[in-house]
């Protein structure tokens, strides 16, 4: 953990903001210490078009005055401002006290005292020259653009190093670091008689891993084999033909199926979406809380899992926002939908006696708020079938490969997705690529037609870095973790005909 967020006055801090808090009259008051460092480099062409660095640090203190919520925050790190910015946070609850129509009741969680926890990762990227940095982008894209058919290529790469200090009224003192990072190369070949273009990225995903990810000495993504291969992948979609609209049995790769677990799993089994609380940036849910045990999410293979411990997940902490001990639970369990995403908030109003770590602020200055756990799609725990063999299960289909665009409505039922690459599979062979294919369904038939799942061997982590909730809008990190799928007659749209092209 590094030495300069640990000299950081946190001790004093906490004194002063905790002491003031409980003299005022608080029955629970908290402090966050948040900073967050990251760097985004792009590289267009072989040349170095930006390099951004950016740091945020401040603190937040909240507090609970007869069941009413206050906080406040600062950027100043002293005990005296600690001490008002608390004494601001009481008054705010005092405030808005006559206007709560919900008393807050936190779930108890155990008592943690000075903890330290850091996420697994082998070289800091902050710690790597960025001259280092841009040097490999610039070695990858021009590895891409050597390449025939090839006209321009992007290279970038997002760096996160995100440091907490959480202590609380109970006792608990907590110290975490996380590190996270997503490197993207886009191939891209332009038709200027035409005048149209086609691209061809990377599906490497976002993790959270150190710098030797980007270089593939952990051995985790084979970047040699990908860059090489992407200009042929390019040029077959380009010449390939347009997909022809109607029922079609899919295998889905986990470099798009993740994706599809996010919009209509992850975020329809949030417990604020579910009960209504949030509907900001396509909230609300279909899979409401009268139909938790009985719900029928999908087919029986369907076991799906949310883990805020998962090794490298973008969403994987030693301790959430609320100061609760990331765990692993059960959300969907023999294609039964049986279990939610909580804070120590909404856990009692569910009825569960703990919450199970699901609070998250992408700032200092940021309530802390319900936010996503690494949500996966558990592989087949009797037999490794490999994709190869969800494939020869399959007269005519699809196989599909990588994300790209998507839409979903704001209950979570109805939606859309697209990808990077579709091959047309002919009696149990893959034969070529198709062109303008998106899959359309709603969250229930498409789960329920989920007739077999790839084993351990095909199991991946996507995510994404970006997920965003709330107003004011928070931005968050997660993973999603998947085998390979087959569906059998999934609605195929043709999305040049869609279009009206």
């Known amino acids: ?197 086609e691209s061809m990225r990377t599906l490497a995903a976002p993790v959270g891993r150190g710098w030797e990810y980007v270089t593939g000495a952990d051995g985790v993504w084979d970047w040699d084999g990908e860059l090489d291969r992407i200009p042929q992948w390019l040029a077959e979609k380009v010449a390939a033909p347009s997909v022809r609209a109607g029922p079609t049995d899919l295998v889905i790769d986990p470099t798009n199926l993740w994706l599809t677990i996010h919009e209509s799993i992850g975020h329809a089994t949030e417990y604020d979406r579910a009960i209504g609380y949030e509907s900001a940036c396509a909230g609300t849910s279909f899979a409401t809380p009268d139909r938790l045990g009985a719900l029928r999410y999908g087919s029986p293979i369907m076991q799906v899992s949310a883990d805020r411990t998962e090794p490298h997940g ?23 939908l049986v279990g939610y995403q909580l804070d120590r908030v909404f856990a009692p109003r569910l009825g569960a006696t703990r919450s199970n770590g699901c609070s998250y602020a992408d700032s200092a200055h940021h309530v802390p708020i319900q936010r996503m756990a690494n949500v996966g799609l558990q592989p087949d725990p009797q037999r490794d079938t490999t994709t190869t063999e969800l494939i020869s299960r399959v007269d005519e289909g699809i196989y599909v490969v990588g994300d790209r665009s998507w839409s979903i409505d704001m209950q979570r039922y109805n939606f859309q997705f697209t990808g990077q690459r579709f091959f047309r599979i002919r009696n149990g062979e893959l034969h070529g690529q198709l062109r303008d294919v998106a899959y359309q369904a709603t969250t229930t038939d498409f789960w329920g037609a989920m007739e077999a799942i790839g084993g351990p061997s095909t199991w991946r982590l996507g995510g994404a870095t970006n997920c965003g909730k709330a107003q004011p809008g928070q931005v968050a990190a997660v993973s999603h973790g998947c085998p390979s799928i087959l569906a059998r007659g999934i609605t195929v749209l043709n999305t040049r005909t869609e279009a009206g092209r």
């Not at 790597?128 to 610039?138: E, N, R, W």
């Not at 653009?145 to 760096?159: E, I, K, P, S």
């Not at 301790?319 to 294609?335: E, F, K, S, T």
Request: hydrophobic share 45%.
């Open 314 to 336: 973008l969403a994987s902490v030693g301790y959430d926002d609320d100061g609760v001990a990331g765990q692993r639970w059960d959300l969907i369990r023999d294609g039964i």
């Open 1 to 197: 953990m590094d030495a300069e967020f640990l000299a950081l006055p946190a001790a004093a801090l906490t004194d002063a903001a905790l002491t003031a808090a409980t003299r005022a009259g608080a029955q629970h008051a908290d402090l966050r210490v948040h900073r967050l460092l990251t760097q985004s480099i792009r590289v267009r062409d072989s040349r170095v078009e930006a390099v951004t660095d950016h740091s945020a640090l401040g603190f937040a203190v909240r507090v609970i005055i007869d069941g009413t919520w206050g906080f406040a925050s600062h950027v100043a790190l002293t005990p005296d401002t600690a001490a008002e910015v608390a004494t601001t946070a009481v008054t705010i609850a005092k405030t808005l006290h006559p206007l709560n129509r919900e008393r807050v009741e936190l779930a108890d969680e155990p008592r943690y005292a000075d903890v330290h926890w850091v996420s697994p990762y082998e070289l800091d990227p902050f710690a790597v020259p960025t001259s280092d940095k841009t040097a490999l982008l610039q070695d990858y894209s021009r590895r891409l653009a050597c390449a025939d058919g090839v006209d321009h290529v992007t290279a970038d790469v997002l760096q996160v190093k995100e440091q907490t200090f959480y202590a609380d009224t109970a006792g608990s003192a907590i110290t975490q670091q996380r590190v996270r990072l997503h490197p993207s190369l886009t191939a891209i070949t332009v038709d200027a008689a035409a005048g149209v273009f």
